[in-house]
């Protein structure tokens, strides 16, 4: 009997995929449950495990191929001789009695039973059980690192990048020093950077992966969708660097993460939305949906492009809470185990582009919301204060928004609202 494997069902939203790399070849031996393929789609990557014990008769689609859902990408063949122990194994060579005088009686020769189990140990291969991301996978497989003795810190003991990252990391580092030093003595001296020889002009053409072409066919239906337009205030961050360096280290100890600035933006994000309901909404034809929750997306950027993973309820969590969730966001996102379900929905998205030192931006709408807050790095700036000009820690904000239902008006302020909430931490405690 033979058992297709096929394309799951990931999500409403998800109707291709491509298959980013075998994890077995045709005639390899796989287990009911064992991964055999990865795939990338426009928002996760995921695994296809077997779904019976076989033999991998036949690929349909190779690595790199597009896939729709549904369709076929490989064939297990159950009891193939592959499976089965070979007759040299099961059925040892038996002596055969020289033919017997005429009258005598022959004697049957002494039965000899195979060690069945030996043979299956024999024919069979062991198979890796360890639970691992793809990613983990990968990088295990490049750096020649054996999963079975690596302590995964994902949920129910899973392998993730960063452990396998952090066995292989000294190692490395050891060779890849004594490697720089034999290289350098081997070698003459280098050319200067960046120098290529006269009249070379090399191109290099790389697919981009589903989620680069996701992203940039999104980015360019927001432009043509929406009339966006942003607005920008800036604010003096003294009060919130002063907050947390009182209270860094018990809160660190309290709760087991750091007090961070992403959770006063959200908190005070959620103040102006509940101020300014329009930017908290989506258009859907004729009409504005108007939306009493608040599902805050955070912006992360990740090694295979940014996504988008989403805080739900943002205004019933803590700070405490916030901090640990996006810290959680962001480690998944590099792993690559970010769920569906993370990403799906949001009313509105935050995004830090600091974090990279940027100044100035106009962040674009992540549709279909029709509101995105642009955060910015933190610099000394010369500023009024009390008629006198002090050095302030200040941060340029943005709010891009889609001017088909809101206001300039409205704009201008909501982010007035969150200038004020920022500068003065206290405030959100009443809201």
């Known amino acids: 009997m033979s058992a297709n494997v096929v394309v799951p069902e990931v999500g409403e939203s998800i109707v291709d995929a491509r298959v980013a790399k075998w994890l077995k070849k045709e005639g390899d031996v796989v287990n009911v449950g064992e991964p055999l393929v990865e795939l990338e789609t426009d928002k996760i990557d995921l695994e296809v495990a077997a779904p019976q014990g076989g033999v991998l008769s036949r690929i349909s689609h190779g690595d790199g191929a597009d896939v729709k859902v549904g369709e076929v990408l490989g064939v297990i063949e159950e009891g193939s001789a592959a499976t089965r122990p070979s007759a040299a194994v099961a059925s040892p060579a038996v002596a055969v009695p020289a033919a017997a005088p005429p009258g005598a009686k022959a004697e049957a020769p002494p039965a000899v039973k195979p060690d069945a189990s030996l043979a299956a140990e024999a024919a069979v291969p062991k198979v890796d059980r360890t639970r691992a991301t793809p990613a983990a996978r990968n990088v295990a497989q490049q750096n020649d690192v054996d999963l079975k003795k690596i302590q995964g810190s994902g949920d129910a003991g899973r392998v993730m990048r960063r452990d ?3 066995a292989f990391a000294p190692n490395a580092a050891m060779a890849n020093k004594a490697l720089q030093i034999v290289q350098r003595e081997a070698r003459p001296a280098a050319p200067a950077p960046h120098a290529r020889p006269a009249g070379e002009r090399t191109e290099e053409r790389v697919r981009m992966s589903k989620r680069r072409a996701t992203i940039a066919r999104r980015l360019v239906e927001a432009q043509s969708a929406a009339a966006m337009l942003t607005t920008f205030n800036e604010i003096d961050m003294s009060a919130v660097q002063s907050l947390r360096e009182r209270h860094k280290e018990e809160f660190k100890e309290r709760h087991g993460v750091s007090l961070g600035l992403t959770s006063f933006f959200v908190r005070a994000a959620i103040g102006a939305l509940r101020e300014f309901p329009r930017i908290n909404a989506e258009i859907q034809g004729d009409e504005m ?21 989403v805080l739900r309820d943002a205004d019933r969590l803590s700070f405490a809470e916030i901090e640990t969730k996006v810290r959680e966001f962001a480690k998944a996102a590099e792993d690559g185990t970010l769920s569906l379900a993370d990403l799906k929905g949001g ?29 910015h790095a933190i610099k000394d700036r010369p500023m009024a204060v009390d008629k006198q000009v002090a050095i302030r820690p200040v941060m340029y904000i943005a709010l891009t928004y889609d001017h088909r239902i809101v206001d300039g008006a409205e704009a201008v302020q909501f982010l007035v609202r969150v200038k004020q909430l920022v500068e003065d931490p206290g405030a959100l405690l009443i809201e």
Not at 350 to 367: M, R, Y
């Open 289 to 309: 949906v108007l939306k009493h929750y608040y599902d805050i997306g955070i912006a992360v950027g990740a090694s295979e492009g940014l996504v988008v993973p």
């Open 164 to 166: 396998v990252e952090s």
């Open 347 to 375: 009313t509105f998205t935050i995004t830090n582009g600091g974090v990279f030192g940027s100044l100035f931006s106009t962040p674009i709408l992540n549709p279909p919301q029709v509101g995105i807050l642009g955060l």
